[in-house]
């Protein structure tokens, strides 16, 4: 055990564990900043910040455990952790309690244990062990079905929760499968998807229709640099597309615009279907199912936002795109946040000074708002210096990711680093208006003991790997 300890403190990469200890301690201040009372000043437990301390005491005693656990047993059983969170989420769902409109905690006397967190943790070490596999194929199909359901079957139980914010932290990982060896056209895919849901919540259907068709028109040039074959593919949808309106305006006048530019499209696709096969063109058969799956994802995008999400996250996310303005309701949090970053000029209203803060103008402003106590207080000095400790730290992982000698360590590496900055990126933005308000916390600054001790292990366990970063790890 000595001998082990030994090891552990000698190859412990002590610069990452400097940054933890002075973003937990910069995070307790800020805590303590929001949520203190000059008519009660102590440090009882009935408190946040008195409680946020005793879940600093016990992460330190988490990440103690991280170190001392063998490296191997990560690996070994990260399968039975993985079925072991998925069981846990399902029993949340069955007999968890509900707080803040997600049910989503457990709660156990006077603590409360949000699951989710934990579920990030099990995740990465699956999608790691899963993805060191000697016979895993990047762009096999089996392996990107077995990559999915590991990432996205948490993230459908913490959906139906009603977890929004958790539930999409798990698309991080994808950064993870991209650094080894994702096809970077999944990647290109993925942020066709964000902008066609966020097109379809901003135009009406035709609008996104001539936008699939202009992109798809794009990419067959592209392809075939030919722009007489281009003006008969331009030409055939637009000839279909006319006589499929014609038909519509005299029988079925009520119909939406959408409707035979639809009808429109599917007409012309026999022609596409028959140019590939006399091409030999593969690559213009997944063109033309890209456009089709697109125009389907846009229809559905309706019904995911009308059911997927709560209505007061519809509403921020109306607030966020234009669609809706409302400062006193959806887009008062973001409002008053914005305003009281504003406020702190460049160097801040100083410590326990902000009013934006004492007078509690910004609700939740130690928990996923925390960031505005910063801003006010500390001012620009303080958002600039938190933010470059939070990049210094992502760097950091990326770069001890990169040195581990075994695939494992590295992909969860990476998988940690793609979390955090997850993390970090939405709560910033949506604090200073550029994300939707989704309700997941800052790293170490946030109150609440699952996420603290979620971020601790998730950390901890990649500097026991990398402590062993010569072992082949599988």
């Known amino acids: 055990m000595e001998q082990r300890g030994n090891g552990i403190l000698r190859n412990l990469d002590w610069f990452t564990v400097i940054l933890y200890v002075?973003?937990?301690?910069?995070?307790?201040?800020?805590?303590?900043?929001?949520?203190?009372?000059?008519?009660?000043?102590?440090?009882?437990?009935?408190?946040?910040?008195?409680?946020?301390?005793?879940?600093?005491?016990?992460?330190?005693?988490?990440?103690?455990?991280?170190?001392?656990?063998?490296?191997?047993?990560?690996?070994?059983?990260?399968?039975?952790?993985?079925?072991?969170?998925?069981?846990?989420?399902?029993?949340?769902?069955?007999?968890?309690?509900?707080?803040?409109?997600?049910?989503?905690?457990?709660?156990?006397?006077?603590?409360?244990?949000?699951?989710?967190?934990?579920?990030?943790?099990?995740?990465?070490?699956?999608?790691?062990?899963?993805?060191?596999?000697?016979?895993?194929?990047?762009?096999?199909?089996?392996?990107?079905?077995?990559?999915g359901v590991i990432c996205f079957m948490p993230s459908a139980f913490i959906l139906l929760q009603n977890d929004t914010g958790s539930a999409l932290v798990f698309a991080a990982l994808m950064i993870a499968y991209f650094r080894e060896g994702m096809k970077p056209i999944i990647f290109i895919l993925g942020l066709l998807m964000v902008l066609l849901f966020i097109l379809s919540l901003l135009y009406e259907m035709h609008v996104i229709i001539v936008v699939v068709e202009v992109l798809a028109f794009v990419a067959f040039y592209v392809l075939r640099d030919k722009p007489k074959e281009l003006g008969v593919a331009v030409l055939t949808v637009v000839v279909a597309t006319a006589a499929a309106f014609g038909v519509c305006h005299y029988f079925f006048?009520?119909?939406?615009?959408?409707?035979?530019?639809?009808?429109?499209?599917?007409?012309?696709?026999?022609?596409?279907?028959?140019?590939?096969?006399?091409?030999?063109?593969g690559?213009?058969?997944?063109?033309?199912?890209?456009?089709?799956?697109?125009?389907?994802?846009?229809?559905?995008v309706g019904y995911v936002f009308d059911n997927a999400l709560a209505p007061h996250q519809r509403a921020r996310i109306n607030h966020l795109l234009g669609i809706e303005v409302d400062l006193q309701g959806a887009g008062y949090n973001v409002n008053q946040s914005m305003i009281a970053i504003g406020s702190g000029g460049f160097a801040g209203k100083g410590y326990l000074q902000g009013t934006q803060t004492k007078f509690k103008f910004v609700p939740e402003q130690s928990t996923d708002f925390i960031f505005c106590t910063i801003g006010e207080e500390w001012g620009f000095v303080g958002t600039t210096t938190v933010l470059l400790l939070f990049l210094t730290l992502l760097i950091r992982l990326l770069v001890l990711a990169e040195r581990q000698k075994s695939k494992f360590s590295r992909i969860y590496g990476y998988c940690v680093a793609s979390i955090f900055f997850f993390h970090i990126a939405v709560n910033v933005g949506m604090t200073i208006g550029i994300a939707p308000v989704i309700g997941i916390p800052l790293p170490f600054f946030s109150y609440g003991g699952s996420s603290l001790w979620g971020f601790t292990m998730l950390l901890f366990i990649f500097l026991k790997l990398d402590c062993n970063r010569m072992e082949l790890i599988t």
């Not at 429109?264 to 696709?269: M, Q, Y």
Request: glycine residues 6%; charged residues 10%; proline residues 4%.
């Open 22 to 147: 002075l973003l937990v301690t910069l995070g307790w201040i800020n805590i303590y900043s929001a949520s203190y009372s000059a008519d009660n000043i102590s440090f009882s437990l009935a408190t946040r910040y008195g409680r946020q301390m005793m879940w600093i005491g016990a992460a330190t005693i988490i990440a103690i455990t991280m170190l001392l656990l063998d490296s191997k047993f990560y690996s070994t059983f990260a399968e039975l952790i993985y079925i072991a969170l998925m069981l846990t989420l399902l029993g949340v769902l069955l007999f968890g309690s509900t707080v803040n409109g997600a049910k989503s905690w457990i709660v156990l006397g006077p603590i409360q244990v949000q699951p989710a967190e934990f579920a990030k943790i099990a995740a990465s070490l699956t999608l790691a062990k899963y993805m060191s596999r000697y016979n895993f194929k990047p762009d096999g199909f089996k392996s990107m079905l077995m990559v």
């Open 253 to 281: 006048p009520s119909w939406p615009k959408y409707v035979p530019m639809v009808i429109g499209f599917g007409l012309s696709i026999p022609y596409f279907l028959v140019y590939t096969y006399w091409h030999k063109l």
């Open 283 to 300: 690559k213009i058969a997944a063109i033309i199912g890209i456009a089709v799956a697109s125009i389907g994802f846009a229809f559905s």
